[in-house]
Nanobody
């Protein structure tokens, strides 16, 4: 079992930045590929970014490529999502998730989920 707790969300103006954190507890964090997903009101949950167990490989949705950066610190059991040049369309609840296999853009592949953190970008 892995418990995930996101933090760092908030209200920011368009063009601003936020850094989300996801702290993991339970089983060995480095065993898991990690992903970030988001869900806006009335929309389905969508993939944002993913990172391999070692952090050596990262993957991004086209909509955030070049603006968001996913990273992890296995010593701190934490995965991060640095979000720059934020746009109003980035407004959503952001979730981190853990996958005991390879990083994936498919939500159904993830085994554990956090409770989410709200990100609101004003225009």
């Amino acid at each position: 079992q892995v418990q995930l707790v996101e933090s760092g969300g908030g209200l920011v103006q368009a063009g601003g930045s936020l850094r989300l954190s996801c702290a993991a507890s339970g089983r060995t964090f480095s065993r898991y590929a990690m992903g970030w997903f988001r869900q806006a009101p009335g929309k389905e949950r969508e993939f944002v970014a993913a990172i391999s167990r070692s952090g050596g490989s990262t993957y991004y949705a086209d909509s955030v490529k070049g603006r968001f950066t996913i990273s992890r610190d296995n010593a701190k059991n934490t995965v991060y999502l640095q979000m720059n040049s934020l746009k109003p369309e980035d407004t959503a609840v952001y979730y981190c998730a853990a996958d005991d296999m390879a990083p994936s853009a498919q939500a159904r592949g993830y085994d554990y989920w956090g409770q989410g953190t709200q990100v609101t970008v004003s225009s």
